[in-house]
């Protein structure tokens, strides 16, 4: 008796973190194409009431080294981040970076696992189409991936659009990471476990500012490696 009430405290548990990490972005805040103007920029529907796993961690939290919490009012992304704050009044840079991070951490690992269920709660239908495709072909050609990101160098705002009632905010992401994809035998094809590649990654999250739902989703993706 007492173990079947573990694991639906266990359960209850899961869910309240992913829901509070998706939450995060909205209310305080590679094989993908940059997409210029993102269509069906608002929140999928949301799922069942049912227990989505986070992806694997097989290591402590990741805390960013630096990160640019502060911005000049007077620059062009000053100006448009303050635009962002007034039209969304949960809207804070600060917690918005905190989000960021931790979605960067999900969804770099749910694209690896091929979790689809987590990659659906964070991606634009786009993008989530873009991460299903590489996730079937590398099925389909029976190899796996392994990705850890051993260490979040940098998390800073560098891009900042508001445009018809739907903010869009641009983080770019450098990290350490490793990263491995082996065939049906195990034989490593790319990567190399014992070596750490640094990377930059540029994301773009949005949300229509006057929505009920606070969540933010990536809506476009693109590296500078």
């Given at each position: 008796m007492g173990g079947g009430l573990d694991l639906i405290l266990l359960a209850l548990l899961a869910g309240f973190i992913i829901l509070r990490l998706?939450?995060?972005?909205?209310?305080?805040?590679?094989?993908?194409?940059?997409?210029?103007?993102?269509?069906?920029?608002?929140?999928?529907?949301?799922?069942?009431?049912?227990?989505?796993?986070?992806?694997?961690?097989?290591?402590?939290?990741?805390?960013?080294?630096?990160?640019?919490?502060?911005?000049?009012?007077?620059?062009?992304?000053?100006?448009?981040?303050?635009?962002?704050?007034?039209?969304?009044?949960?809207?804070?840079?600060?917690?918005?970076?905190?989000?960021?991070?931790?979605?960067?951490?999900?969804?770099?690992?749910?694209?690896?696992?091929?979790?689809?269920?987590?990659?659906?709660?964070?991606?634009?239908?786009d993008v989530l189409r873009d991460f299903e495709a590489a996730i079937a072909e590398r099925e389909a050609a029976n190899q796996t991936m392994q990705t850890t990101i051993v260490d979040v160098l940098k998390t800073e705002i560098t891009d900042a659009r508001l445009e018809n009632g739907t903010a869009e905010v641009t983080v770019t992401f450098k990290a350490e990471l490793i990263s491995v994809v082996r065939d049906a035998e195990g034989r490593i094809i790319s990567g190399n476990p014992s070596d750490t590649e640094t990377v930059t990654d540029i994301w773009t999250f949005a949300r229509q500012v006057k929505a009920r739902d606070p969540n933010w989703l990536l809506v476009a993706t693109q590296s500078n490696d």
């Open positions: 998706v939450s995060v972005l909205g209310r305080r805040t590679g094989n993908e194409r940059r997409q210029e103007n993102p269509a069906g920029l608002e929140r999928a529907p949301a799922p069942d009431a049912k227990t989505v796993e986070l992806p694997g961690r097989d290591r402590g939290p990741v805390t960013p080294q630096a990160t640019a919490t502060e911005f000049d009012r007077d620059t062009p992304l000053g100006k448009t981040l303050t635009r962002i704050m007034m039209a969304d009044h949960s809207f804070d840079p600060d917690g918005f970076l905190e989000g960021a991070n931790g979605a960067y951490e999900m969804v770099t690992k749910g694209f690896a696992e091929g979790d689809r269920e987590t990659l659906g709660l964070l991606l634009s239908p």
